[in-house]
T-cell receptor, first 115, second 113 residues
Framework: DARVTQTPRHKVTEMGQEVTMRCQPILGHNTVFWYRQTMMQGLELLAYFRNRAPLDDSGMPKDRFSAEMPDATLATLKIQPSEPRDSAVYFC?????????????FGPGTRLLVL | GQQLNQSPQSMFIQEGEDVSMNCTSSSIFNTWLWYKQDPGEGPVLLIALYKAGELTSNGRLTAQFGITRKDSFLNISASIPSDVGIYFCAGQSVSEYGNKLVFGAGTILRVKS
C-alpha cells in the first residue's frame, strides 16, 4: 500500500530555530506539493515541484521558507528562522502528472508548534 | 484568485441519514476531487471526477462533476459513525504553473448514533 511519508510527525521548537520537514513521495510519482493547514486559512499551497523542478512557490514566504527536492525520493521544507505564526500542520502530497488529470495523495502531516 | 464555496460548513445528523454537501466556484475546473480528513491525519482521497457530468460512486459515496464545470456535490448514503470527519472538495485547473488544487473550507460532519 503505497503512501506518502512525512517526518517528523510532531515538532515543538523555539522561535528563531531552524525547522526541517521531510517528505518521501509515492514511488513513481513525479509531482510533489507542500501545503500548510491552519484553522483560519484552511489548506494553502506553499510550493509545487514537477520532476524535481520547482514550478510554483508563490504561496511561500520567501524570506524564511525554502523547499527543495534533492532527489526523486526526498522533498524538504525548511523554515529559518521560525516564528510562532508558522505554527500549523504542514502536509506533503504527491501525484502523477498526466496532462490535465492528476490526483494528489497526502501524507500524514507534520504538526509544528513554534513557541 | 480562484475560490471554492463549500457548504454546509457543518452538519450534525442522525446515524442512517443521507448527507449531501456541495462546492461551487466562479471558475471552471477540469478535475474535481473529494477528500476526507480524520483528526490528526492528512486528507484521504475519496472520489476523483475528470469529466463534466460524470457521476461516480465509491461504496456509499456518490459524487458528480457539474455540467458547467463550476460545481460538484458529494452524497453519503446511510451514514455511520465512522463517517465523522471533515470533507474537502478541491478543484484543479491547468495553468502555466501546472496542475494546482484549490480547496474548499471543508464540511464538518458529526453523526449521532
Amino acid at each position: 500500500d503505497a503512501r506518502v511519508t512525512q517526518t517528523p510527525r510532531h515538532k515543538v521548537t523555539e522561535m528563531g530555530q531552524e525547522v526541517t520537514m521531510r517528505c518521501q513521495p509515492i514511488l513513481g510519482h513525479n509531482t510533489v506539493f507542500w501545503y500548510r493547514q491552519t484553522m483560519m486559512q484552511g489548506l494553502e499551497l506553499l510550493a509545487y515541484f514537477r520532476n524535481r523542478a520547482p514550478l510554483d512557490d508563490s504561496g511561500m514566504p520567501k524570506d524564511r521558507f525554502s523547499a527543495e527536492m534533492p532527489d526523486a525520493t526526498l522533498a524538504t521544507l525548511k523554515i529559518q528562522p521560525s516564528e510562532p505564526r508558522d505554527s500549523a500542520v504542514y502536509f506533503c502530497a504527491s501525484g502523477l502528472d498526466r496532462g490535465n488529470q492528476e490526483t494528489q495523495y497526502f501524507g500524514p502531516g507534520t504538526r509544528l508548534l513554534v513557541l | 484568485g480562484q475560490q471554492l464555496n463549500q457548504s454546509p460548513q457543518s452538519m450534525f445528523i442522525q446515524e442512517g441519514e443521507d448527507v449531501s454537501m456541495n462546492c461551487t466556484s466562479s471558475s471552471i475546473f477540469n478535475t474535481w476531487l473529494w477528500y476526507k480528513q480524520d483528526p490528526g491525519e492528512g486528507p484521504v482521497l475519496l472520489i476523483a471526477l475528470y469529466k463534466a457530468g460524470e457521476l461516480t460512486s465509491n461504496g456509499r459515496l456518490t459524487a458528480q462533476f457539474g455540467i458547467t464545470r463550476k460545481d460538484s456535490f458529494l452524497n453519503i448514503s446511510a451514514s455511520i459513525p465512522s463517517d465523522v470527519g471533515i470533507y474537502f472538495c478541491a478543484g484543479q485547473s491547468v495553468s502555466e504553473y501546472g496542475n494546482k488544487l484549490v480547496f474548499g473550507a471543508g464540511t464538518i460532519l458529526r453523526v449521532k448514533s
